[in-house]
């Protein structure tokens, strides 16, 4: 039996990611699909194919791709993780199992308190997991490994983004609350850990970008989109200030 090969016409795209020789997008139905094989002399690649994620149990409003593994938020705030064999995930067709990650949270006791309503968006490298709650609150998914890809649970970083990046090199950006781009950076001295955020206040500009906004990041620089399309580029290096 061959793969199943679905056009995605049918629905908006809200999201895609390109990852090695492959490309997935997301469209408003909460399927994934992805188009691989893509090269100089097939930079159109293979046909869009559809991607078995019936095992998520709801549809899917975001996910991410690392080497080794797929990520999904569902849209009733599940997080779920699919390992890849090799290059390749399982096609519609084909037999996928997804396993579920617990979200942020410390029981009954930390709903009470925090009342928080769930994931809004995850940022995933190839060996570290973040997250955001619907209030903004940063999350670090603990105890990643080879043989444990799901962790074991999340421990709050204490600061609150609007939006939020991993770039080539494992590093977390983020846009904060008073609209400042901010890094977190992990460091060592004398054998203690010291987690230490590094802010840079936007141009004035950004206050005019709408509160709906959405970070990419390649390996040279970082640009923020708002709902106004107005596009601001930040530099790694000497441009950016601390604060």
Known sequence: MGRTRIRPVLHTLVQLISFGSSVYVL????????????????????????????????????FA????????????????????????????????EWVKVR?????????????????????????????LSSSGQLYRL????????????????PIRLRAMSVDSKEHLWGIDNEGRLVSHAVRWLFSSQLHQWLAT???????????????????????????????LDFFHGSSMTNS
Not at 30 to 35: D, L, P, Q
Not at 41 to 50: K, L, R
């Open 142 to 157: 603990r105890g990643l490994a080879a043989g444990n890809p799901a962790g074991n649970y999340w421990k709050v970083v």
């Open 201 to 231: 206040t936007l141009c004035s500009e950004l206050a005019e970008v709408d509160s709906d906004l959405e970070l990419t990041i390649d390996n040279k620089r970082m640009r923020v989109e708002g709902h106004h399309k107005r596009n």
């Open 27 to 62: 469209d408003t139905s909460g399927c994934i699909y992805v188009r691989r094989n893509l090269a100089e002399v097939m930079p159109f690649g293979t046909e869009w194919v559809a991607l078995n994620t019936g095992g998520c149990g709801s549809p899917i409003v975001s």
């Open 103 to 131: 979200p942020p949270t410390g029981g009954a006791s930390f709903d009470q308190a925090c009342e928080e309503p769930g994931v809004r968006e995850l940022a995933v490298g190839c060996k570290v997991v973040w997250s």
């Open 65 to 96: 791709v690392t080497a080794v593994s797929i990520w999904v938020l569902t849209s009733e705030a599940s997080i779920l993780m699919m390992s890849r064999n090799g290059n390749t995930e399982p096609c519609i067709d084909e037999k996928a």
